[in-house]
Nanobody, 121 residues
Framework: QVQLVESGGGLVQAGGSLRLSCAAS????????IGWFRQAPGKEREFVGS????????SYADSVKGRFTISRDNAKNKVYLQMNILKREDTAVYYCAAGGLGALETEYQYWGQGAQVTVSS
């Protein structure tokens, strides 16, 4: 069992940056690939990106490629989502999830509670 907690969300102007953290407890995070998902109001949750347990294989949705970067510090049991050049359409609740590596929610066993990111114009 692993518990995940996101932090770092908030309000930012378009063009700005935020970094979300996903902290794990219960088990060593390096045992898990981690995915980031987001859900905007009135929309289904969508894949943002993921990273393998060793941090070597990040992958990203086309909508964030080149703007978002996923990294991890297994010594600190944390995974990060660095978001740059934020757009209003990036406004959503962001979730980290463990246990999968691809873009399907069903691949992931454990989920955080989510962090709100709001991008203003």
């Amino acid at each position: 069992q692993v518990q995940l907690v996101e932090s770092g969300g908030g309000l930012v102007q378009a063009g700005g940056s935020l970094r979300l953290s996903c902290a794990a407890s219960g088990r060593t995070l390096s045992s898990y690939a981690i995915g980031w998902f987001r859900q905007a109001p009135g929309k289904e949750r969508e894949f943002v990106g993921s990273i393998s347990g060793d941090g070597i294989w990040p992958s990203y949705a086309d909508s964030v490629k080149g703007r978002f970067t996923i990294s991890r510090d297994n010594a600190k049991n944390k995974v990060y989502l660095q978001m740059n050049i934020l757009k209003r359409e990036d406004t959503a609740v962001y979730y980290c999830a463990a246990g999968g590596l691809g873009a399907l929610e069903t691949e992931y066993q454990y989920w955080g509670q989510g962090a709100q990111v709001t991008v203003s114009s």
